[in-house]
């Protein structure tokens, strides 16, 4: 069965700084990967996905992720974060087999001046 | 165009009570979902729909039941609540449930507390 690890539960950074949220994905065959991001309150949004070809997916709101096969990863990252970027931040995986998303736990944002 | 929505957007119940969550959607999609959300566990899928008049069992189904009501309405049924089932769930949908691209679209979520 797939997994997916995103192994930081919170992480802080300053308004204008950088930013990389780790994906680990588990999964036979080449995976369907997605970024969600969920608000305060609110329902999950999607950032972007990755299915094939360019290994570099553009996303709203400024994110990027890349799709590194031999690591198993998939990590958003974001040149520049705003202080709206605080929220969840949720990697999934689609198995192909009964197209179910397979969630990660979650990285929390928070965003300080 | 309202997306997915989802009533109520709060409840209490006492243990032993039953509700009913409702779903629906008006972007004409065939697959819909339901997921619960509990604090360091990420989304957990309870039941499934990949098209009017099928269901399937998710990762936690126990204790649940849903029902596709039509293409647009996908409800989730607690019959006996408990406080276990005390979290936030969240309806989805997507466009085909035979297409390998397909997006999740998300509800704003609904708040159950069972006391």
């Known amino acids: 069965a797939q997994s997916v690890t995103q192994p930081d539960i919170h992480i802080t950074v300053s308004e204008g700084a950088s930013l990389e949220l780790r994906c680990n994905y588990s999964y036979g065959a080449t995976p369907y990967l997605f970024w969600y991001v969920q608000s305060p309150g609110q329902g999950l949004q999607l950032l972007l996905k990755?299915?094939?070809?360019?290994?570099l997916v553009q996303g709203i709101k400024g994110f990027e992720a890349e799709f590194k096969r031999s690591q198993s990863s998939f990590n958003l990252r974001k040149p520049s974060v705003h202080w709206s970027d605080a929220a969840e931040y949720f990697c999934?995986?689609?198995?192909?087999?009964?197209?179910?998303?397979?969630f990660g736990t979650g990285t929390r944002l928070t965003i300080i001046p | 165009n309202a997306g997915v929505t989802q009533t109520p957007k709060f409840q209490v119940l006492k243990t032993g009570q039953s509700m009913t969550l409702q779903c629906a959607q008006d972007m004409n999609h065939n697959s819909m979902y339901w997921y619960r959300q509990d604090p360091g566990m990420g989304l957990r899928l309870i039941y499934y729909?990949?098209?009017?008049?099928?269901?399937d069992k998710g990762e936690v189904p126990n204790g649940y039941n849903v029902s596709r009501l039509n293409k647009r309405e996908f409800s989730l049924r607690l019959e006996s609540a408990a406080p276990s089932q005390t979290s936030v769930y969240f309806c989805a949908s997507s466009p085909s449930g035979g297409a390998r691209q397909e997006t999740q679209y998300f509800g704003p979520g609904t708040r159950l507390l069972v006391l």
């Open positions: 729909s990949a098209s009017e008049g099928t269901t």
């Open positions: 999934a995986v689609l198995d192909f087999g009964n197209e179910k998303l397979t």
């Open positions: 990755y299915f094939s070809g360019d290994t």
